[in-house]
């Protein structure tokens, strides 16, 4: 298991925030866990095979999300930057945030 406290800030407070991660997530996984605005578990098929849970603690008018992956099965989990970046590249498509 790996995590990052903190991993990366949405410019967002947790409710938006939330939303846009669960859009993401319809694009590289799967939900498995919500309980909004402040935890996510998603099983991850993009950068590769993976557990991840989402931590989003407000801060300043903008959210903090902390990263933990795990692996699924037997194989090993993606580097955790690379499942960071993964999320911070599809937080920065257009049409994420309304």
Do not use: K
């Amino acid at each position: 298991m790996q995590q990052d406290v903190p991993s990366f800030v949405i410019d967002e407070l947790p409710v938006a925030a939330f939303e846009a991660l669960l859009i993401v997530t319809s694009w590289i996984g799967e939900v498995l866990v919500d309980d909004p605005p402040y935890v996510l578990e998603v099983h991850l098929h993009e950068p590769g095979e993976c557990w991840c849970r989402l931590d989003l603690v407000p801060d300043a008018g903008a959210s903090t999300v902390s990263l933990t992956v795990a692996a699924v099965g037997d194989d090993p989990a993606p580097l955790l930057d690379d499942v960071r970046d993964t999320w911070v590249h599809h937080l920065n498509q257009p049409g994420v945030f309304g």
